[in-house]
């Protein structure tokens, strides 16, 4: 086989491999996407479920939120409750 057949071969696996690679980023994008969308349905879903339950409604899902979340996630729902006016130690009050 001479070098440059051998090159044309190299070159055309790595410009498969390119090909490969942008397809599994459109896909990645495409099913992150999706979850994103996912995600804020299911918020505002919570979100709707929030404003309408009463104080032991409000508590529950305040307490299942701090038994399931940490970190980052943690902060940022139980900012949501704060801003939707909600949080146990608001309903104490």
């Given at each position: 086989?001479?070098?440059?057949?051998?090159?044309?071969?190299?070159?055309?696996?790595?410009?498969?491999k390119?090909?490969l690679?942008?397809?599994e980023?459109?896909?990645?994008?495409i099913?992150?996407?999706?979850?994103?969308?996912?995600?804020?349905?299911?918020?505002?879903?919570?979100?709707?479920?929030?404003?309408?339950?009463?104080?032991?409604?409000?508590?529950?899902?305040?307490?299942?939120?701090?038994?399931?979340?940490?970190?980052?996630?943690?902060?940022?729902?139980?900012a949501?409750?704060?801003?939707?006016?909600?949080?146990?130690?608001?309903?104490?009050?």
């Amino acid at each position: 086989m001479s070098t440059t057949s051998e090159q044309k071969r190299l070159d055309r696996i790595a410009q498969l491999k390119a090909k490969l690679q942008k397809e599994e980023a459109r896909l990645s994008k495409i099913k992150r996407k999706e979850r994103d969308g996912q995600l804020i349905a299911f918020g505002v879903y919570i979100e709707e479920f929030f404003k309408s339950a009463d104080d032991d409604g409000k508590r529950k899902l305040e307490e299942s939120i701090k038994k399931h979340l940490s970190g980052r996630n943690l902060e940022r729902a139980l900012a949501g409750l704060a801003r939707m006016g909600g949080g146990v130690s608001s309903l104490e009050s």
